[in-house]
């Protein structure tokens, strides 16, 4: 999950469908399907239970859908609420009520909740890196993911959850990328100063599951935060690791600098080993690791002063291998808040 690869098969499939280019109403495509009682698919959050003091209605059965296709659908028989848009906020969660995992294993993230991922394509549509999306024109990403990647082969795809789902409340949102801004700094065989900006040819739209992250303060100290970092990289380094094709998440908890420093030097990078500014750690904890694929995706914590409130505080760059007792490195995103600011006021843009 950590550095650039190929997404599985399946997000190749979901790309040459089309998938987000096509029209897609307001009320979603609702399908109808058999059942006792005249009812429509839709996802569990639209249709409107009627309370009871026994759960009915409400509880998440764990058997079946009455046939409903989507991860995150009922056969609903009463009346269907209509989606609200986003919050134009940044680094507030796409929560709507009643939304609930429906899907086994606990790192996999919820529809939603974060909707800043980016997913970046490369030629034929397949999966290159992770990224974050911090204006409506511009994602946030790491160089090492696109210093040798040319424009024109990029897509940015936002809103994706499930790469082999068709049945999600929103559809997806491909853009095409206008320029590609590496740090000027960035070391290929280092990884130092690991961080890049795509301007994308065409703004956002934030609604539906599509929404910006919030960014630190210039050099804010990131510390013993608990924070969570997302992808749909490996779940283990090497060959025997697989791709996951539903969004997944793992929560970690920044590392000191000299406790990472001292953790790493207990590894292959030995004794003489020093650990680069523009980078801080997180992690550490057997099992727990962002890994082959992740790279670029962000690293998130709640705003001190609104827990609510997620800002990025790192970009996943590297680590050594992946789920070991080792923290993992992100690149600082507080280091480079000003850097980030210079290159939007070159394009005219500000957050």
């Known amino acids: 999950m950590r550095l650039a690869a190929l997404w599985i098969w399946v997000m190749v499939q979901s790309c040459s469908t089309g998938r987000g280019d ?64 986003a919050s134009s906020s940044c680094g507030v969660p796409y929560t709507p009520g009643q939304v609930v995992n429906r899907i086994t294993g606990d790192d996999q993230a919820q529809y939603g909740q974060y909707p800043w991922m980016a997913a970046l394509l490369a030629p034929g549509r397949k999966f290159l890196c992770g990224g974050s999306l911090i204006h409506p024109q511009v994602v946030l990403t790491a160089a090492h993911c696109v210093h040798q990647t040319r424009v024109l082969d990029m897509t940015v795809r936002l809103g994706e959850w499930d790469s082999q789902g068709m049945t999600e409340p929103f559809p997806v949102q491909n853009i095409g990328v206008r320029e590609i801004v590496v740090h000027e700094q960035f070391r290929p ?61 793992v929560e970690l908890s920044t590392v000191l600098r000299e406790e990472c420093l001292q953790a790493l030097r207990e590894t292959r990078l030995g004794e003489f080993f020093r650990l680069h500014i523009s980078f801080l750690c997180a992690g550490g904890q057997e099992g727990k690791d962002t890994c082959k694929g992740d790279g670029g995706g962000p690293l998130v ?36 808040r000003s850097w980030i600011d210079l290159q939007l006021l070159r394009h005219g843009l500000y957050i």
């Open 22 to 85: 096509e029209n897609v109403t307001q009320d979603l495509a609702l399908e109808r399907v058999a059942s006792d009682q005249p009812c429509e698919c839709v996802p569990v959050y639209r249709c409107q239970f009627t309370t009871s003091s026994d759960g009915s209605g409400s509880i998440d059965i764990r058997v079946d859908r009455q046939g409903c296709p989507g991860l995150l659908d009922v056969c609903c028989p009463s009346a269907v609420v209509r989606p609200t848009l």
């Open 189 to 249: 065989d280092s990884l130092f100063n690991d961080i890049a900006l795509l301007f994308l040819e065409s703004p956002a739209a934030l609604e539906g599951s599509v929404r910006t992250v919030c960014l630190p303060q210039p050099n804010e100290i990131m510390d013993g935060r608990s924070c969570q970092a997302s992808g749909w990289g490996k779940d283990a380094f090497g060959g025997k690791g697989t791709h996951s094709a539903i969004l997944k998440s």
């Open 301 to 336: 914590c709640p705003m001190q002063q609104n827990s609510a409130v997620y800002v990025q505080a790192g970009i996943v760059s590297w680590g050594i291998n992946c789920g070991r007792q080792a923290p993992a490195a992100y690149t600082n995103v507080a280091l480079f």
